[in-house]
């Protein structure tokens, strides 16, 4: 473990076990410590396998499960087509990068507190972040046009007739 993550035991009982506190946790405090942007990982007790993006992942399903859901079933039912697809690795990518975008931007409107969607200032950083979206989503399209002609290029030149 790295220092400064906070290491946390999951057993086969199901419970989780801070490693710091010595002391038996919930999902609800692991919730705590992403909201608080504190390191940690979560590992197997028994095999020592790093666990956390299930972890996470359980994490999303019960905010999902409970109250207003962030994502549409037609917003999940994409994000599964693409596993196992050629693009997934690109797909991920994609969402992380304009995740970030969206934080960014979400900081910088905190640090000025423009509340006020009239303001040009507003308009310029939602500009700036629809911009940079734009760009990630190009540089998306580019990236499987090149993809495409190479897959193509290769499948044609097996076709070709040799004289």
């Not at 994502?71 to 697809?85: D, E, K, N």
């Not at 423009?114 to 950083?125: K, R, T």
């Not at 939602?126 to 911009?131: F, I, K, L, S, V």
């Amino acid at each position: 473990m790295p220092p400064g993550v906070r290491a946390i035991k999951k057993y086969p009982n199901r419970r989780l076990y801070d490693t710091r506190t010595s002391s038996y946790i919930t999902l609800s405090d692991v919730k705590d410590m992403v909201m608080s942007c504190e390191p940690f990982a979560v590992v197997d007790a028994k095999t020592g396998e790093d666990i956390t993006r299930s972890i996470l992942l359980q994490i999303i399903l019960e905010e999902e499960s409970a109250g207003v859901p962030m994502f549409s079933t037609q917003a999940l039912a994409q994000i599964i087509r693409f596993y196992g697809h050629t693009m997934q690795g690109l797909m991920g990518n994609y969402l992380e990068k304009n995740i970030q975008s969206f934080i960014d931007l979400q900081s910088r409107l905190a640090e000025n507190s423009v509340m006020n969607l009239q303001n040009p200032l507003m308009q310029n950083f939602m500009g700036g972040y629809m911009e940079q979206s734009r760009t990630l989503f190009q540089q998306m399209q580019d990236q499987m046009a090149k993809q495409a002609e190479t897959l193509m290029g290769n499948l044609g030149a097996g076709l070709n007739p040799k004289k």
